[in-house]
């Protein structure tokens, strides 16, 4: 794997800690904090919907890192994660080929697409009283702007929103939504382009298209 010292904030007393970002995470690295994460995304998502808290169940509480890892057997798949503390505090899943721009000025032209993101289910209010760590989807959001311009694709980036996440990618990262997506269950498909990534890195310029 390769790592990259990194800070995030931790909530109990707003420190700065150290953590890694490890850019190519294995099948197995997926695999061992499924088992980790799951049980938690479970028992959260059952203690709301036993105390009537429908709308607050997180939409996401059925995934599975262990299977979506078979993706990483495709050579256009990669997957990035947040260790602190010995602990995958975020994870997240790309596919660098294969996709491209619908908003102009870059209709047609490639971007790295966001097949799943997501902060460990002890870092997020929904599931837990205390959350232990706060910022890991801006971090990740900032490392798949930047995967997205080393790949030459300026920063942009496309990807499916859950309903309950369409405010971090709208509001946080001034994403552009292309409306719902009749092809993938009606999910609203949003996009990042050039223009609005260039705020979030110093390394948009790179590449050719």
Not at 7 to 15: H, M, T
Not at 36 to 46: F, M, N, S, T, V
Not at 84 to 97: I, N, P, R, S, T
Request: glycine fraction near 10%.
């Amino acid at each position: 794997m390769s790592a990259i010292p990194i800070k995030i904030v931790r909530r109990q007393d707003k420190a700065l800690v150290d953590a890694i970002l490890h850019t190519e995470l294995t099948p197995k690295v997926l695999g061992d904090t499924e088992k980790e994460w799951g049980p938690i995304r479970l028992a959260a998502a059952k203690k709301l919907h036993a105390a009537g808290k429908f709308q607050g169940i997180p939409q996401h509480f059925h995934w599975d890192w262990d299977r979506k890892s078979g993706k990483l057997k495709l050579l256009s798949y990669q997957s990035l994660g947040i260790e602190c503390a010995g602990k995958f505090q975020g994870l997240l899943m790309v596919d660098l080929a294969g996709r491209v721009a619908r908003i102009d000025p870059d209709v047609g032209k490639p971007l790295v697409y966001i097949e799943y993101l997501e902060a460990a289910p002890w870092n997020l209010s929904m599931m837990v009283d205390t959350p232990m760590y706060c910022g890991i989807g801006p971090v990740l959001m900032q490392a798949a702007v930047e995967l997205s311009c080393d790949q030459g694709f300026h920063g942009r980036l496309g990807l499916h929103a859950l309903p309950q996440s369409e405010g971090f990618y709208r509001d946080d990262y001034e994403m552009q939504c292309c409306g719902p997506d009749a092809s993938f269950e009606d999910l609203p498909y949003y996009e990042m382009t050039r223009v609005i990534a260039a705020r979030f890195t110093t390394n948009s310029s790179g590449g050719a298209v």
